[in-house]
């Protein structure tokens, strides 16, 4: 094939741009309504305890992550432990949470919290999901001044196998 052949291309119908512009149209409006038409009722809303005494009546009936700390004094536990209530404040509101199933082994008073749920009309938080926050450095059981170097001293006499 030298440089001065030309292949020529089959002419494209009259309407093939109008054509392949209402299929990109189409598309965008499909996408748009799939993302957006059920945003609304999956939104999820991260607040702590004063956001949601502000949101007023935005807070009733809507799913929310609620960010505080436990109040020292307020853990009541049912005795087959799978009910559990507490008070969650972020130092300037309080919200009493009713929650359901077994609290995670590191739940106490004074640690940060995030439970999901809603608020009720009687003003308390009743939680489906309770989470807590907490660093991820661990800590070595005992004494928990000893640091890396005393606690590296401690395994010298170890066997490796």
Known sequence: MNSEERVELAPLPKNAKILAISAVVVAAVGFALVT??????????YWTPTEMKTAGEKAYGATIRLGGQVVEGSIDK?????RLS??????????????????????????????????????RFS???LMVKHDNEYRAPGDEQEDTKTLMKTTKELQIP
């Open 78 to 82: 049912d005795p087959a432990g799978t």
């Open 127 to 129: 939680a489906n999901r």
């Open 86 to 123: 507490f008070d969650v404040t972020d130092g300037t509101t309080n919200y009493s949470v009713d929650a359901e199933g077994m609290p995670p082994a590191m739940f106490r008073e004074k640690i940060g919290v995030v439970v999901e749920g809603t608020l009720l009309r009687s003003n």
């Open 36 to 45: 957006l038409g059920g945003l609304g009722d999956n939104l999820i809303f």
